[in-house]
């Protein structure tokens, strides 16, 4: 590891100011940029510490019932937050199946957002692959075993690392972008770049550009939503696959839906073709295994990983009922 000068900003203005140096990466809880450091893909000139910016750590609700995260708060703090696992449980159930306590206590929920791809041809500096400056997707073709079973025919078959990603995606997050003295809102699905657009990037942020807030949209009381996570193990592990459910309910019948998936494309992944399947229905076990079936039509599995299809049937069946309150293996 090279050395590398470590300035430790006080508000937004003085980090701004650190990343002048053109070198220069933020570092909040450091998890993934430490690791791509010890690896060799990436040796800054400066680490920005922005968890001493005490503006970017909070959790907060506006007039209108929206609730503020800042993108320093920590995992731990937002699976433990009372109204967010009222309100917004996919989101807590995401942030507390992320790794360790031990973690989940220093990663923050910008941190998980902007993560990089846990590919293990991207993870070496021993391969040449394609997001790391190479002329093809060593995947594509090698080890394949966790890679994407959609999105995978533009270069890049790796999937998106962030689980917390998939909730707020389902949960119709929005997300705050500053620039100096400016900011910008968008929406998380808006911050994704796809490997068409730039094999290089998974997101949109530039080098001047600091991630401070994620905006949850005040919900109704027949929201209901939920998020699992599929390991090969029971202890900490990468998932195989995890969904997210957002039901919106009238009574027993579904009036409106967002799934969205993970470990299962470049970027989190929406499955519209399941959500209509769900639309002015009645939640049953037999809908969701139905809707399950339509997510998967347009899966597209590599060498090694065509077990993903039927796993993630599974997962989203399953998870569709848990959000709605019902016993997924009651038929």
Not at 143 to 146: D, G, Q, S
Not at 150 to 156: I, L, S, T
Not at 192 to 198: A, C, G, I, L, S
């Given at each position: 590891m090279k050395k590398f000068e470590y300035g430790m900003a006080k508000n937004l203005a003085g980090a701004f100011e650190f990343l002048k140096e053109s070198e220069a990466k933020i570092k909040a809880g450091g998890i993934d940029l430490l690791d791509l450091m010890k690896e060799g893909l990436e040796s800054p000139t400066r680490l920005v510490n922005i968890r001493t910016v005490p503006e970017l750590s909070f959790i907060k609700k506006d007039e209108k019932g929206n609730l503020h995260i800042g993108a320093t708060t920590t995992l731990a703090e937002i699976a433990a937050h009372s109204e967010i696992q009222t309100r917004y449980r996919a989101l807590a159930q995401a942030a507390k199946a992320v790794a360790t306590p031990q973690i989940r206590n220093v990663a923050t929920v910008g941190g998980n957002l902007c993560q990089r791809p846990r590919?293990?041809?991207f993870r070496s500096a021993d391969f040449n692959c394609l997001r790391n400056g190479g002329d093809h997707c060593l995947a594509d073709e090698g080890?394949?075993?966790?890679h994407a079973i959609?999105?995978?025919?533009?270069?890049?078959v790796v999937v998106h690392p962030s689980g917390t990603a998939v909730a707020l995606m389902a949960l119709d997050a929005k997300l705050v972008i500053a620039r100096k003295k400016e900011s910008r809102e968008i929406h998380i699905a808006d911050f994704?770049?796809?490997?068409?657009?730039?094999v290089t990037r998974e997101n949109i942020l530039k080098h001047d550009e600091i991630l401070t807030e994620i905006i949850l949209p005040a919900t109704e009381k027949s929201t209901t939503s939920y998020y699992f996570k599929q390991k090969e193990k029971q202890s900490f592990d990468w998932p195989i696959a995890d969904v997210a459910v957002v039901l919106e309910m009238n009574g027993k019948k579904c009036t409106a839906s967002k799934i969205v998936l993970g470990s299962a494309a470049p970027v989190p992944w929406r499955i519209e073709k399941a959500e209509q399947v769900l639309k002015d229905k009645q939640i049953s076990v037999t809908l969701a295994r139905q809707a399950a079936a339509a997510a998967m039509v347009d899966a597209n599995p590599l060498s090694q990983n065509a077990y993903k299809v039927p796993v993630f049937s599974a997962v989203i069946?399953?998870?569709i009922c848990w959000a709605a309150g019902i016993d997924p293996f009651a038929a």
């Open positions: 590919c293990w041809y080890e394949n075993k966790y959609f999105g995978n025919q533009d270069g890049c994704w770049v796809t490997p068409e657009d730039d069946y399953r998870t």
